[in-house]
């Protein structure tokens, strides 16, 4: 096999307050990508479709830098080609950077014969999502590379747990279309948090963790709780907390910002609650005059999937 084309999904990290090391992956959204053998040496960049201003660099271009990583690491007798068809905006907050990273050295794995596992392949991929948000982390790549939910324990040595999904959990997203950069979102967070809201947002993480394992909704529903980070980061996006308000009107267990945002997620019982919180999403946003885009989708248990 000497070509793969992939799907690399679109995820969502932080999952309200699991800052930094929880996240789970999406399946009704995703860059389209594909990756090529070649004879000459070397990674290179040869087409990018979706209209977003990338560089063909491959030092420069996130899916380039976490290829260069692995490619220098096994030092392959072969180069390789890739191919982005970017259909996750950058800046949207739903990991467009995480799923160029996972895509290139998860089509390079499988070219060369699967010669790495996927916490080996995410630590390369670490290296071109740090490109994009000036630091390192895998919060939205564990899910895109593995599936699911993933708790990432930690960085070094880089530790990957996968947490289980229940069977009726849905997603709603919305993307405001305006851009809220990783690096300045984090810039705004606070250097020090106080002990009790440090409390507070353990117990909410632990709970949500064991509601996960145990599929209990209502458990679910009380532990989507952020005290330390969205009171900050939710001033970057506007008209936040009204949508917040009408989403659980209308049966969302729980919202939150994804990643840095500006995106919007929410997770709801089955299908037609999740579909009822993107009416109430976009009621909201249509009398705002931001345009945007909203996405439902079932939990991707699969992550990064091959398309032929």
């Not at 290179?44 to 271009?61: C, H, R, V, W, Y």
Request: charged share 20%.
């Amino acid at each position: 096999m000497n070509e793969i084309k992939l799907f690399s999904p679109a995820t969502v990290a932080n999952v309200a307050c699991g800052f930094d090391v929880l996240g789970f992956c999406l399946d009704s959204v995703g860059d389209e990508m594909v990756i090529r053998k070649t004879d000459k040496k070397g990674i290179f960049i040869t087409k990018i479709d979706g209209g977003f201003n990338l560089p063909f660099e491959a030092e420069l271009n996130v899916a380039g830098v976490s290829a260069l990583a692995m490619y220098n690491a096994l030092k392959p007798n072969c180069g390789f080609e890739i191919e982005i068809n970017k259909k996750i905006k950058p800046g949207s907050g739903i990991g467009s950077s995480a799923a160029s990273a996972v895509g290139s050295v998860f089509g390079m794995n499988e070219l060369l014969g699967k010669p790495c596992n996927k916490t080996q392949l995410t630590e390369f991929a670490i290296k071109g999502e740090a490109l994009a948000s000036k630091c390192e982390h895998a919060d939205n790549l564990a899910p895109a590379m593995f599936g699911g939910f993933t708790l990432v324990k930690s960085l070094s040595p880089l530790e990957i747990l996968q947490i289980p999904t229940p069977n009726d959990l849905y997603a709603t997203i919305i993307h405001p279309q305006i851009e809220v950069k990783t690096s300045e979102a984090r810039a705004i967070l606070p250097k020090d948090v106080a002990l009790s809201k440090a409390v507070t947002q353990w117990a909410n993480f632990g709970s949500l963790i064991h509601a996960l394992h145990t599929s209990d909704f209502e458990l679910i529903q009380r532990s989507l709780n952020d005290v330390i980070v969205e009171p900050y980061r939710s001033q970057l996006i506007p008209h936040y907390n009204e949508v917040k308000k009408e989403i659980l009107k209308v049966g969302a267990l729980g919202a939150g910002i994804s990643g840095s945002g500006p995106s919007i997620f929410s997770l709801s019982k089955g299908l037609e609650n999740a579909k009822n919180v993107a009416n109430a999403m976009k009621n909201t946003y249509s009398k705002t005059g931001i345009d945007f885009d909203i996405h439902v989708s079932k939990i991707n248990i699969q992550g990064i999937k091959i398309l032929n």
